[in-house]
Structures are given as C-alpha cells and as structure tokens.
C-alpha cells in the first residue's frame, strides 16, 4: 500500500501535472460524448490546421493578416469547386463501375479458382473452393446491399450535408482570421499553474499542424503518381483505384496491404492469370515502397518518431475513439501522448534524482 500512496505523491503531488491530466480527460470526453455534435467545428479546425501554414507563409512576405487569409481562402474554395465538380464525379463514376462489375469479377474468380483442384489435387480439394467461393459470394451481396443502404441514407441527409457546406467554409475562415484570439480566450481558463499543459499543447498543435499539411500532401502526390501509373499501363477503373491508393496512406502499413486486394483483383479480372496483372501489382508496390522509403520520411522526418507497433496500437485506440478523424491523426496524437509522458515523468523527478541527472548532465 505504501508503494502505490508513494507513486501516488511522486505523480500527482505537482499542481501543473494534476491540472494537464484534468484537461485532457475533459478534451477526451467533449469529443467522445459530443463528436457527432461538434463534427463541423473539428472538421473546420483540421481545414484551418492545413490551411494555416500557406497563411503564415504569406504573412511572412509583408501582407496583412486578413489579406493572406483571404487568398488563402478564396485558393481553398477554389481548390474545393475543382475537386467537387472535375475530380469527384468520374471518380464516382467509376466507384459505380466498379461495384456493378464486381460480380462479374466474382464469377472470373470463380472460374480460375475451380481449375486450381484439377492442377493442384494435392493442395486442394473442389470442396474447400466450393466453401470458399459460397462465403465470398455472401461477403458481395452483404456488401452490395450496405452500398445501396448508405447511398439511400445519404440522400435522406441531403440537407444536413448542405448545411456542413456552408458552415464548415465560415468556421474555417473566422479559424484561420482570429487564431491568436481564440488561442488567447483557450488559455485565458486555464490556471495560472499550467505550465506543463501550455508545454504539451503548444507541442501537439505545432505537431498536428504539421502532421495534416504533410498528410494532405502525401495523399496528393500518392494518389496522382498512381493514377498516371495505371492509365499507362491502361488499368481499368485507373481513378478509383487511384483514389484508393492515395487513401491508403492514412492507415501505415495497414492501408497499404488492405488496397493491395482490390488492385490486384482487378489486374487478375482484366488479363487474367499473365504478365500483365503482375504487372500491375508490381507498380502498385513500387509505389508503396517509394512513398515509404523516400516520400514519407521527407514529409514527416521531424513529426513520426514511433515505434511501428506504438503506430499501429495508436490507429487502433484512437480510431476506435473518434472514427475515421482518428485515424488520420493517430500519430500525432501518439506522438503527443509520448511528449505528455516524457513531460510528466520529466517533471515529477524528485530533487536528489533531479540533482543526479544535473550533474551526469554536466559531467557529459
């Protein structure tokens, strides 16, 4: 007992330690009991975090603030239209192909998979393919019919997604205009002892920021280099898959081996067992093995200092906590969880191990 009241003083003894963990289960529980209420303030805060840098770049050239907010603004709104009328519906177009021709891809699959007993009697058994091609035909028509729910369930909240339209462009403005204000009235109710808190925040917000411009980027040049890759070599459903790709990033490693299927499967469906489907995945792993080994340190050599499995446990935790938000900011967020313990355990080092670490500090 006296182990546990012991760490107990040593941790949370310090005012400043007491008032950031306070802070950050109230955080954590605004967004976890009102996330579906707030949704169009997060969504515009992570907009004004991307958006932020182009800002303080041009600010930095001599014009106002207000001047640079505005052509940042109106570049967004532009970029937005481009987006929404020019790249969204072939993409969309395609996302319907797709899923109209994937039954017809299920029966080619069906066809290759049945000669596999006749070639391999050894390794398997007609049997095992039957079974296995009954729970991908059920895994389709489940998949089909929740398709054809969300489409219908979208349409009924066309309203609300109007709505979105117009108030998250607003909020993104007046967050990019008035910052410092907002930062200022955040940090007028906070404690006077809350040292420790500004350290962390100031921390996560420059790492977020960060994180999401260098995201955005990411899923920009991924998903245009894979989108000139498969129209050269003159894959069907280029964009989509494309787009998939592009996607697959916000998932490390997990997205990567996930958009693999979708890829090779329509390679396998559009020539079948050749050259030209190996073809295919071998571009799309060229491509994953660039961004992972050239494009992702360059952009976030400074903001991903994880361990691979401490990436992983953090998509699955904050995923689980805020959905697909989550997930896109789960390494900063796991990054900031790492500053909010070194900081922590930094700051509740008693005076004689202070004093120790001083003098090793000195002697090196």
């Known amino acids: 007992m006296n182990i546990v009241t012991n760490w ?7 005012p400043e330690v007491v008032v950031m963990l306070l802070l950050l289960v109230f955080s954590f529980s605004v967004i976890v009991f009102f996330g579906d209420m707030v949704a169009p303030a997060m969504a515009a805060v992570i907009f ?17 603030n207000i001047i640079a907010v505005t052509l940042v603004f109106i570049l967004f709104i532009l970029l937005a239209l481009v987006a929404f009328f020019g790249i969204l519906p072939p993409i969309l177009n395609q996302f319907a192909q797709f899923f109209g021709t994937l039954p017809d891809m299920v029966t080619s699959a069906q066809g290759a998979l049945m000669d596999l007993p006749k070639n391999y009697p050894d390794l398997v ?14 895994e389709v028509i489940v998949l089909g019919q929740s398709m054809v729910k969300s489409t219908v369930g979208g349409l009924g909240s066309v309203i609300t997604w109007a ?19 907002i930062l200022g009235w955040i940090g007028s109710f906070l404690p006077t002892n809350s040292g420790l808190a500004k ?39 280029a964009a989509f898959l494309a787009l998939l790709t592009g996607l697959s990033v916000i998932i490390p490693y997990i997205g990567a081996a996930l958009v693999t299927i979708p ?8 020539w079948g067992f050749t050259s030209d489907a190996g073809v295919v995945v071998i571009v799309y792993l060229v491509i ?38 989550g997930v896109f900011f789960a390494i900063p967020l796991g990054t900031v969880a790492q500053a909010v313990i070194k900081a922590w355990t930094g ?5 004689a191990q202070g004093s120790a670490k001083a003098l090793t500090e000195a002697d090196g």
């Open 125 to 138: 058994s007609e049997e095992q393919i039957s079974d296995l091609l009954g729970q991908v035909r059920g």
């Open 263 to 270: 890829v090779a499967f329509v390679g396998l469906f559009q």
């Open 163 to 181: 709505v979105y339209l117009v108030l998250v462009p607003v909020m993104v403005f007046f967050f990019l205009k008035d910052k410092n204000q």
């Open 199 to 237: 350290q962390v925040w100031q921390e996560a917000v420059a790492k977020a920021g960060d994180y999401a411009r260098g995201k955005v980027y990411e899923i920009l040049i991924v998903g245009f280099v894979s989108w000139a890759a498969y129209s050269t070599i003159d894959l069907r459903f």
């Open 288 to 325: 994953q093995a660039l961004d992972g080994n050239l494009l992702a340190p360059l952009l976030f050599s400074e903001v991903v200092k994880l361990h691979p499995n401490a990436i992983i446990l953090a998509i699955l935790i904050f995923g689980g906590i805020w959905g697909l938000w």
């Open 48 to 64: 004004a975090f991307l958006l932020d840098g182009a800002a303080t770049r041009l600010r930095g050239f001599g014009f106002s």
């Open 347 to 351: 700051h509740t080092v008693g005076p």
């Open 8 to 14: 107990l003083k040593r941790h949370f003894s310090d």
